[in-house]
């Protein structure tokens, strides 16, 4: 059973940096890309960043390019997104996706997913 552990949300001021964690269990975390998405109140899932298993590609969306890193540890099978100068438009809920297959932007490539942690920024 492929299991997920989201930490690191929290509530911060704009400017302020956060670093999210996703630890993997189940999955043979070599194997998979791994994704940061992330969905505000009333609005749809938005592709944050990725990396492409055995770390053979980084990609980020526009919201992300220039604050935000993706890093994996693959001994401890745990994606991170470091998120720098954080602004209120950061805040969503932030969730780790995985999938086999294809190395992508879109939610529905995606065939695992975590439970989320909530990431609020104030100004």
């Known amino acids: 059973q492929v299991q997920f552990m989201e930490r690191g949300g929290g509530s911060v001021q704009a400017g302020a940096s956060l670093r999210l964690s996703c630890a993997t269990a189940?999955?043979?975390?070599?194997?998979?890309?791994m994704a940061w998405f992330r969905q505000a109140p009333g609005k749809g899932r938005e592709f944050v960043a990725a990396?492409?298993?055995?770390?053979?590609?980084?990609m980020y969306g526009d919201s992300a390019l220039g604050r935000f890193r993706i890093s994996t540890d693959d001994a401890e099978n745990t994606v991170f997104l470091q998120m720098n100068s954080l602004n209120p438009e950061a805040t969503a809920v932030y969730y780790c996706?995985?999938?086999?297959?294809?190395?992508?932007?879109?939610?529905?490539?995606?065939?695992?997913w975590g439970q989320g942690t909530q990431v609020t920024v104030s100004s």
């Open positions: 990396v492409a298993r055995g770390g053979t590609g980084i």
């Open positions: 189940g999955l043979t975390f070599s194997h998979y890309n």
């Open positions: 996706a995985a999938n086999q297959w294809v190395y992508g932007q879109l939610s529905w490539q995606y065939d695992h």
